[in-house]
C-alpha cells in the first residue's frame, strides 16, 4: 500500500529546534511537501523537496533522502505560533498522499 | 486577492439530500483537487483534476462526483450524502502539476454534518 509515517505529538520549548520525520512507502514518487494547519484551518505550504538534500526557507528546512524513502521537516528558533499540525506529503504526479500529521505543541 | 474559495463553509444536511460544495480559484491555476479531513486520518485525496474536462480518482472517491467545465471552478457534488460523509472538506489548486512544486493553494475549507 502507499502511505506516509510520521509521529503523532511532538513537544518542544521556545527557542528550540524541533525535527520532523516522515517515512515514506508509495509508487511513482516525485517529491515530498511539507505543510501546515493551524486549529483546522486552511492548510499552508511550507516547503517541497523535488530532489535529494536540503531546502532552506527563513526558520524551516526540509530534508529528502530518496534512497531511505525519509525525509525531515526541521523547525528552528521555535516561537509559540509555531504550535500547530504538520503534514508530510507524496506528490506522484497528480495524486497527493498526505501523512496523518504531526501536532507539534511549542511550550514557554 | 489570489485565493480558493469554498462555499459553503459550513453546512448541516440529511441524508440523501444532493448537495453540492463549490470552489472556485482565481489564479488561472490548471489543477485543482478535493480532500475530505478525518480525526486521525490526515487529508485524503476525493478527486484531482489536471485541466479543465479531465478528472481522475483519488483514494477515497465512492459516495462522490466532480466536474471540471471551467479552469476556475471545481465543484464537488454528494448525490446522496450519508453520515459517514460528515467531515471538513478542502479544495486547492497549483499551478499544475508540470511545475512540479508540490505547492498547493487550499480554500478555508467546509464542515458538512450528514444527520
Known amino acids: 500500500g502507499q502511505s506516509l509515517e510520521q509521529p503523532s505529538e511532538v513537544t518542544a520549548v521556545e527557542g528550540a529546534i524541533v525535527q520532523i520525520n516522515c517515512t515514506y512507502q508509495?509508487?511513482?514518487?516525485?517529491?515530498l511537501s511539507w505543510y501546515q494547519q493551524h486549529d483546522g484551518g486552511a492548510p499552508t505550504f511550507l516547503s517541497y523537496?523535488?530532489?535529494?538534500g536540503l531546502e532552506e526557507t527563513g526558520r524551516f528546512s526540509s530534508f529528502l533522502s530518496r534512497s531511505d524513502s525519509y525525509g525531515y521537516l526541521l523547525l528552528q528558533e521555535l516561537q509559540m505560533k509555531d504550535s500547530a499540525s504538520y503534514f508530510c506529503?507524496?506528490?506522484?504526479?497528480?495524486?497527493?498522499?498526505f501523512g496523518q500529521g504531526t501536532e507539534l505543541s511549542v511550550k514557554p | 486577492e489570489a485565493q480558493v474559495t469554498q462555499n459553503p463553509r459550513y453546512l448541516i444536511t440529511v441524508t440523501g439530500k444532493k448537495l453540492t460544495v463549490t470552489c472556485s480559484q482565481n489564479m488561472n491555476h490548471e489543477y485543482m483537487s478535493w480532500y475530505r479531513q478525518d480525526p486521525g486520518l490526515g487529508l485524503r485525496q476525493i478527486y484531482y483534476?489536471?485541466?479543465?474536462?479531465?478528472?481522475d480518482k483519488g483514494d477515497v472517491p465512492e459516495g462522490y462526483k466532480v466536474s471540471r467545465k471551467e479552469k476556475r471552478n471545481f465543484p464537488l457534488i454528494l448525490e446522496s450524502p450519508s453520515p459517514n460523509q460528515t467531515s471538513l472538506y478542502f479544495c486547492?489548486?497549483?499551478?499544475?502539476?508540470?511545475?512540479?512544486?508540490?505547492?498547493?493553494?487550499f480554500g478555508e475549507g467546509s464542515r458538512l454534518t450528514v444527520l
Open positions: 483534476s489536471m485541466n479543465v474536462e479531465v478528472t
Open positions: 523537496n523535488g530532489l535529494d
Open positions: 506529503a507524496s506528490n506522484q504526479g497528480g495524486k497527493l498522499i
Open positions: 508509495t509508487s511513482g514518487f516525485y517529491g
Open positions: 486547492a489548486s497549483s499551478p499544475g502539476w508540470g511545475a512540479n512544486t508540490g505547492e498547493l493553494f
